[in-house]
C-alpha cells in the first residue's frame, strides 16, 4: 500500500523559511513525477512544483521556492524562502505515475498518491 507522508510544516513568520519533506512508502520517487499541491482554506488544490526531467513551478513562487528529489534516500523536498500570509495553506506531497517522456503533470487530476498534508502558516 502506498503512503507519502509530509513533515515540516509550521508557523514561521513573513520572510522567514520553512523545508517540508515527504517520505513515501511503497513507492519509488526515482519511478514517478514528485509534485507539491497546497490548498488554503475555500480554495481550490493549486500546483506548487513539480520534479520530473526538470523543475517546474506554480506562477506564483516567483523564485523563492525549490523543489528537490532525493532517489537514493527515496524522498522529496520543498524548500520555502521569503515566505509571505499568502503562502499559508495546507501542502501536500503528491506522486504520479504518468510517463516523464509526456511532460509535466500540474493538475490534481494527473497525480495518483497523495499524502495528508502539512500546514503551513505564516504571520503577518
Known amino acids: 500500500q502506498v503512503r507519502l507522508v509530509e513533515s515540516g510544516g509550521g508557523v514561521v513568520q513573513a520572510g522567514g523559511s520553512l523545508t517540508l519533506s515527504c517520505v513515501p512508502y511503497?513507492?519509488?520517487?526515482?519511478?514517478?513525477?514528485m509534485a507539491w499541491f497546497r490548498q488554503a482554506p475555500g480554495k481550490e488544490r493549486e500546483f506548487v512544483a513539480a520534479?520530473?526531467?526538470?523543475?517546474y513551478y506554480g506562477d506564483f513562487v516567483k523564485g523563492r521556492f525549490t523543489i528537490n528529489k532525493d532517489n537514493a534516500a527515496n524522498t522529496a523536498s520543498l524548500q520555502m524562502n521569503s515566505l509571505t500570509p499568502e503562502d499559508t495553506a495546507t501542502y501536500f506531497c503528491?506522486?504520479?505515475?504518468?510517463?516523464?517522456?509526456?511532460?509535466?503533470?500540474?493538475?490534481?487530476?494527473?497525480?495518483?498518491?497523495w499524502g495528508h498534508g502539512t500546514q503551513v502558516t505564516v504571520s503577518s
Open positions: 503528491a506522486a504520479s505515475k504518468k510517463a516523464f517522456w509526456k511532460g509535466v503533470a500540474r493538475t490534481v487530476a494527473e497525480y495518483d498518491y
Open positions: 511503497g513507492l519509488k520517487v526515482s519511478d514517478h513525477q
Open positions: 520534479y520530473t526531467l526538470g523543475l
